[in-house]
């Protein structure tokens, strides 16, 4: 998949979407589609469940992979040191969060974490980053989460709501 990224893109990027380690090609490819729409940076760190050539994934994204600033990563601790701001500007999106989302202020480039769909992110993670760990508030708590793809669009959406009307 060939990258193409103009200069303005880079400079009017608003957010960065993070997933860590996913397992469903179609979730993915699906948010690949989000960022390609929107201008959006996605950060994929490995294992992934799957190949990026997988015919699930290129269905899910079509034909806008192209569009897509795709960056992979062979593990967090590796995304941490080629992304040394990042750490200030991540939003750890989890179940077992206790902030709403609706709650917080997002910022240009600021990087929207999402863990895999199995477990999500690590619960450590969320408990070293409590004033960061987000929650997307569901009604029925019988339901345990969201699917990963609805919830980075969700999250995305209403960044990218607060980014544009204080743009």
């Given at each position: ?17 993070v ?29 992934l ?15 806008y992979w ?36 609706w709650?917080?202020?997002f ?5 929207l974490?999402?863990?895999p ?14 004033t960061?760990a ?21 999250a ?12």
């Amino acid at each position: 998949m060939e990258t193409i990224i103009s200069e303005q893109f880079k400079q009017n990027l608003l957010l960065n979407i993070v997933l860590v380690n996913p397992e469903i090609p179609p979730n993915t490819g699906n948010i690949a589609r989000l960022c390609a729409a929107n201008h959006l940076a996605l950060h994929l760190i490995h294992p992934l469940g799957f190949s990026l050539d997988e015919k699930q994934l290129r269905r899910a994204a079509l034909d806008y992979w192209p569009l897509v600033q795709l960056t992979e990563y062979p593990s967090w601790s590796v995304f941490n040191e080629k992304n040394e701001q990042a750490s200030k500007k991540c939003w750890y999106f989890s179940s077992n969060a206790h902030c709403s989302y609706w709650d917080v202020t997002f910022s240009k480039g600021d990087y929207l974490v999402f863990g895999p769909e199995s477990h999500g992110l690590p619960k450590s993670w969320i408990e070293e980053n409590v004033t960061r760990a987000l929650l997307i508030e569901q009604a029925e708590p019988k339901v345990r989460s969201l699917n990963l793809s609805t919830a980075v669009g969700i999250a995305t959406y209403e960044a990218l709501r607060q980014l544009r009307t204080c743009a």
